[in-house]
């Protein structure tokens, strides 16, 4: 079975400091892979999807940036946190089909972070 | 422009009132639309899935139904545990492998 692992679970960085998020899926191959964001009491945002290796597709212009070196494994990076980017950041991923799978998305754990 | 509109944004219930969580849509191409329970410091937990209009799905005490325009998640008798996020999301025709979420309503039940 597949499983997504996230880390870490929560996360205070002060501004300006740079962030690594990190995501990884075990038990397939050649999944799809998101990044959302999601503020206090509201839906989530797409930030970045990948759709293989070193293929990242931007969503919204912002302080970060997605990296994709493995097949399994996306990152969320920032060079210097600004305040806005604290929230509540789920990493998720779906087999590459066509149509989005009966399942949906399936998401990780989350990680909060809080920038001070 | 497509979009996706939950309502309530939070919802307070007594235990075993029944109530039901509105998901409307307005997309070119609906090819899923799906429902997630998200609890607090969690990411979401699927549901279900509904392709198209007339089209029902029962868990516990939690059915989801799919019109044309909207869906509703319909929860019958609540207990403390329903008490969480519940997101719905669609597919369509023009998002390629992308999901659109709602913002979500926030279910609370007291005992």
């Known amino acids: 079975s597949q499983t997504i692992h996230q880390w870490p679970a929560t996360l205070v960085q002060p501004v300006g400091s740079p962030l690594s998020l990190e995501c990884t899926v075990e038990?397939?191959?050649?999944?799809?892979l998101y990044w959302y964001r999601q503020a206090a009491g509201r839906g989530l945002q797409l930030l970045f999807y990948?759709?293989?290796?070193?293929?990242i597709s931007s969503e919204v212009p912002q302080n970060l940036s997605a990296s994709r070196p493995q097949d399994r494994q996306f990152i969320l990076s920032s060079k210097k946190l600004l305040l806005s980017d604290s929230g509540f950041y789920l990493c998720?991923?779906?087999?590459?089909?066509?149509?989005?799978?009966?399942?949906?998305?399936?998401f990780g754990s989350g990680t909060r972070l809080t920038v001070v | 422009e497509d979009q996706v509109t939950q309502s309530p944004e939070a919802l307070r219930l007594q235990e075993g009132e029944s109530s039901s969580l509105n998901c409307s849509y307005t997309?070119?191409?609906?090819?899923?639309l799906f429902w997630y329970r998200q609890d607090p410091g969690k990411g979401p937990e699927f549901l279900f899935t509904?392709?198209?209009a007339g089209e029902e799905k029962e868990k516990e005490r939690l059915k989801a139904t799919l019109t044309k325009k909207e869906s509703f998640l319909h929860i019958t008798a609540p207990k403390p545990e329903d008490s969480a996020t519940y997101l719905c999301?669609?597919?369509?025709?023009?998002?390629?492998?992308?999901?659109?979420f709602g913002g979500g309503t926030r279910l609370m039940v007291k005992p």
């Open positions: 038990g397939t191959s050649n999944p799809n």
């Open positions: 999301a669609v597919h369509h025709s023009n998002a390629g492998n992308m999901l659109t």
């Open positions: 509904l392709y198209s």
């Open positions: 990948s759709v293989g290796i070193g293929q």
């Open positions: 998720a991923w779906s087999f590459q089909y066509k149509r989005v799978p009966a399942s949906g998305y399936t």
């Open positions: 997309v070119s191409g609906l090819r899923g």
